[in-house]
């Protein structure tokens, strides 16, 4: 795939996740369990969603890196861009928020897709997944199980802390725990990749090609200086 084509699937993937996230939350019926530990951290610092998103992000990533699932471009993007436009969002009041229960379970379904189908497009531009795809990521790498399975683990550990955060929790936080997986899956699927099979192209491989694109301008200057001599 080009590189254009790669970016225009990381764009995508960022604005689709950032709107799931917001649908579920504004739905009411709670919102994901990442969503409302970061909800209920925003409670305890005064910081808004999107910037606690961002940091949690940072610290992940650390997490990640030990999983050998080291971030390229796409990750930087992710991580400030996802914040950001929930913030946006939010701010602007772009997404209402759900008044009645078929409003609330249309918002929350949509959002759960949306938040998968996201994810998806955004690893599968190969740029570097966000920091809790990357996560995700290299326990599917380690343990050699489905996307589901995983990512239903980390939603359950993020849940219980989200608990104790007093984080916005009811029963969309854990159908999103338990559908979330599924929703990327699907996104795979349609797809026709597996998770496993992502190789995404990171910072440090566009160091080692400028490295070695200076060296090798280095040596044709030297060989050329020398023939003229």
């Known amino acids: 795939m080009k590189i254009l084509g790669r970016i225009i699937l990381l764009a995508l993937g960022v604005c689709l996740l950032s709107l799931?996230?917001?649908?579920?939350?504004?739905?009411?019926?709670?919102?994901?369990?990442?969503?409302?530990?970061?909800?209920?951290?925003?409670?305890?610092?005064?910081?808004?969603?999107?910037?606690?998103?961002?940091l949690v992000g940072v610290v992940i990533l650390i997490l990640a890196a030990f999983l050998k699932e080291y971030p390229g471009w796409g990750t930087i993007i992710n991580t400030y861009f996802v914040g950001y436009l929930i913030d946006f969002l939010r701010n602007y009041e772009l997404v209402p928020l759900a008044s009645t229960a078929w409003q609330m379970w249309a918002m929350l379904f949509f959002g759960i897709?949306?938040?998968?189908?996201?994810?998806?497009?955004?690893m599968l531009a190969q740029l570097g997944s966000g920091p809790r795809d990357s996560l995700m990521l290299g326990l599917i790498k380690k343990f050699r199980q489905?996307?589901?399975?995983?990512?239903?683990?980390?939603?359950?550990?993020?849940?219980?802390?989200?608990?104790?955060?007093?984080?916005?929790?009811?029963?969309?936080?854990?159908?999103?725990?338990?559908l979330i997986g599924f929703a990327i899956q699907s996104g795979f699927y349609l797809a026709r990749k597996k998770a496993s099979d992502i190789h995404h192209r990171v910072i440090w491989d566009d160091y080692n090609a400028l490295k070695h694109y200076l060296a090798q301008s280095a040596k044709k200057k030297d060989v050329s200086e020398k023939a003229k001599s």
Request: hydrophobic content about 50%; overall charge positive.
């Open 20 to 54: 799931g996230i917001v649908l579920t939350i504004h739905s009411g019926a709670g919102a994901s369990p990442w969503d409302a530990f970061h909800l209920g951290l925003s409670n305890i610092t005064g910081l808004k969603v999107g910037q606690i998103s961002q």
């Open 113 to 122: 897709l949306f938040m998968g189908w996201g994810s998806c497009l955004y």
């Open 146 to 178: 489905p996307v589901w399975k995983i990512r239903l683990c980390i939603e359950t550990l993020v849940l219980v802390a989200a608990y104790f955060l007093g984080g916005l929790i009811g029963i969309g936080t854990a159908l999103t725990a338990v």
